[in-house]
């Protein structure tokens, strides 16, 4: 019989390549020698399903993360992560806002952390601060809606934090070096949601009276600035293509890349005693062409949606995740969570246009920790 302790570490290194952190914590687990090879990280990771980072426990102030594959809770102890709010997560990193509006990048995994500036219009020399500060739980829940990096902090020292703040979505970004966050001016509106694509920012802005949102670019440099493309995006309302069930009274929109292009996902709710999801919407957006096209399937690949970037999977090396579908989370933290609750989530298929459970809907979500998708970066 062979003995497994004695394969050659570069075997062994070849084969958690192809392990998620979960198996490379059971593959750490065989024996020394295995534990060993393993924490030299030399390999390149797997790829990563993203599992859903949830609220803290009452008693030892755990943070709680859902794997949706192997519907298991894990809970890590992070002293970043405790009494925070998460405001949006990309690359396996975290945005935290403390009741004291502390902000900070928060790598659950390894403990790494940067400290941002505190979110606008809390730079400095803003004079209604003071008056802002006098509800800072509410500050706490409602000053960031999302927040996207351009690149892991990693791999990169030079990257650029992107958030949208505030009642009217404004958006605004932060670079290694800089003391505030800088606002973007230019965009009509509030932008619907934003993404890293290709070496720039994309934003999505709120739709206007003719059923079209409006789009910008923008590019981080020494006068930052949003520039308007001519691409019309649809919207609800929009003729060219048919929603099969019109029940709808509210709409969301998400920028998603994949395939080496990008697409706009359409969100409807019905929002009357509850506020659900009923259907999504996929287009392919033609940014040289200036237009779209509307997609019946997403050519096998996995999207994960909600408050955080947006994550787009090849399944195959996972059986348990299902292809073209749509992972999504509730829309909470926001003006509604506290008359409809942290319910909204599910798996919607493409193909046959329904909607199925991956989480209880009757479990609890404090007011402070509606879930959002966090991919693992150890």
Excluded at 35 to 53: D, F, T
Excluded at 231 to 241: A, K, S, W
């Amino acid at each position: 019989m062979a003995n497994w302790s004695e394969l050659p570490a570069d075997v062994l290194k070849h084969i958690i390549g192809f392990l998620p952190i979960q198996d490379n914590h059971r593959f750490s687990a065989v024996c020394r020698y295995w534990g060993m090879v393993a924490k030299e990280r030399r390999h390149s990771p797997a790829q990563q399903i993203p599992w859903l980072a949830m609220g803290e426990l009452e008693d030892t102030k755990k943070r709680k993360f859902y794997d949706v594959l192997e519907a298991r809770h894990y809970y890590l102890d992070v002293p970043e992560l405790r009494g925070t709010v998460l405001c949006g997560s990309s690359y396996g990193w975290l945005f935290t806002l403390d009741r004291k509006l502390n902000f900070r990048l928060v790598n659950p995994l390894t403990g790494e952390c940067y400290d941002l500036p505190r979110p606008p219009p809390f730079n400095k020399g803003h004079v209604e601060s003071e008056i802002y500060l006098r509800a800072e739980q509410f500050m706490q829940r409602y000053l960031v809606i999302k927040g996207i990096l351009d690149y892991d902090p990693r791999t990169r020292s030079d990257f650029t934090a992107l958030i949208l703040y505030g009642a009217s979505y404004t958006p605004a970004f932060w670079r290694v070096g800089h003391t505030i966050w800088t606002t973007i001016t230019g965009i009509r509106g509030g932008p619907d949601d934003i993404t890293f694509f290709e070496g720039k920012f994309y934003f999505l802005g709120t739709p206007c009276t003719n059923s079209y949102s409006e789009f910008y670019t923008f590019e981080v440099g020494t006068e930052p600035k949003a520039t308007k493309l001519e691409l019309q995006v649809p919207c609800n309302g929009d003729p060219n293509y048919i929603i099969e069930d019109l029940n709808h009274n509210y709409t969301m929109n998400y920028l998603v890349v994949f395939g080496g292009k990008l697409h706009l996902v359409e969100r409807f709710l019905e929002m009357y005693q509850r506020r659900l999801t009923t259907e999504f919407v996929l287009h392919e957006l033609d940014l040289e062409g200036n237009k779209y096209s509307t997609c019946q399937h997403i050519n096998g690949h996995t999207i994960f949606l909600g408050a955080s970037a947006s994550v787009v999977i090849s399944p195959s090396p996972f059986h348990n995740c299902i292809k073209d579908a749509i992972y999504f989370t509730d829309l909470a933290p926001n003006v509604f969570s506290e008359s409809y609750g942290a319910e909204d989530l599910g798996i919607f298929h493409m193909v046959e246009k329904n909607i199925t459970p991956y989480y209880p809907r009757d479990v609890f979500h404090h007011e402070l920790a509606a879930p959002i998708w966090f991919t693992p970066n150890p």
